[in-house]
């Protein structure tokens, strides 16, 4: 074999494993915007907290009207949400140092979380024009397919066991026992018992699961054209 016929086949063998690499990414990207969308559409849908007022009966089990139970899930939000860090002040609750040092610890997973998002909605902007111009929709099923999965690997320890899996995330994602609210020090942990953060897990995968059907559905519909 000459020199030539060498340099070709590491070329195409490069030009394959960039194509491989950024293909791959993209598919990455692409379905983890769709996770993350759904993580920050239940963090926003303050719907569902007011419904678990009454579901669960916070009102009647914290001694704390509805309004007041309201104004202090809203201020959670607000702060996790807003672009600038300042100190977490509740509207009506105290909070201990290291209560207010675990809240400011989640918002900065979900300021991390938001720079994520924005990046991999960039790259699969990008993903999506260079495979328009291929003319080929496959990364849709691929992604439909990765949307499927992840919430059925997610929801099996779920309904086995919420409380493990609760406690799981939290050793995960945070190197301290803050999360581990007292009641007196941290009233807040009344009102957001752990049910409704399994309504909030459920929400997350019901949409996960919406999203990978209409990826599935518009692959479809562009497959038969």
């Known amino acids: 074999m000459n020199t030539r016929n060498k340099l070709n086949i590491n070329c195409f063998s490069l030009n394959s494993f960039f194509k491989f690499s950024f293909k791959t990414f993209f598919i990455i990207c692409f379905t983890f915007s769709f996770i993350v969308l759904s993580v920050y559409f239940t963090l926003l849908f303050k719907p569902l907290y007011y419904m678990d007022i009454n579901i669960l009966n916070i009102e009647q089990s914290t001694n704390i009207n509805k309004n007041e139970l309201k104004a202090n899930y809203n201020y959670v939000i607000t702060y ?55 003319k080929t929709i496959k990364y849709l099923l691929t992604s439909s397919n990765f949307l ?7 929801l099996i320890p779920f309904l086995i066991d919420f409380d493990k ?23 807040i942990i009344t009102i957001l018992p752990q049910t409704f953060f399994f309504h909030c897990a459920i929400l997350i995968i019901i949409l996960i699961i919406i999203s990978s059907t209409i990826l599935r559905c518009i692959y479809i519909k562009l497959h038969s054209l």
């Open 80 to 134: 996790l949400t807003q672009n600038k860090l300042t100190e977490f002040n509740l509207p009506t609750l105290q909070s201990s140092d290291h209560g207010k040092i675990h809240f400011k610890e989640v918002k900065i997973i979900f300021d991390k979380l938001k720079v994520m998002l924005v990046l991999s909605i960039l790259i699969s902007a990008i993903g999506i024009i260079i495979n328009k111009r291929r």
């Open 148 to 154: 499927i999965i992840i919430p059925i690997v997610l």
């Open 165 to 187: 899996s609760f406690t799981t995330f939290h050793h995960i994602f945070f190197n301290n026992d803050y999360w581990l609210f007292d009641i007196q020090s941290d009233p």
